[in-house]
């Protein structure tokens, strides 16, 4: 299921790119990413918001090298791609986001081992 996914990717996560210190963020980013997936599930439309939203949060945190933030949007994103029950044809959002986190892979180490996971 998605679900076990997610939590196969977290699993996986905390034991290469996030680190020993990322446990208790991660329980709450689980709940989190629960909590958006209810919200955006009432209108499939949602989903396109959320990861748009998630990506120009992300490319703040680019632009202001705030090294916290890049693990917990990067598996947001992971998840509301996953949940996404559909791309427009022509849509050019998998395009930016892969522009995106490109970006992060000149970062140090844990943060480009994260993106490099997502692309």
Known sequence: SDHASLSDHGAMSDHGTMGDRASVPTAGLCLNCWSLQELVSRDAGNYLILVEKILGKTKEVQDRCDYDLVTP???????????????????????KAASVYHGFLTWPVPYCDTSRELL
């Open 73 to 95: 949007l990067a598996l947001l994103f992971y998840s509301a791609v996953l949940y996404a029950p559909h791309l427009p044809p022509g849509s050019e959002l998998l395009l």
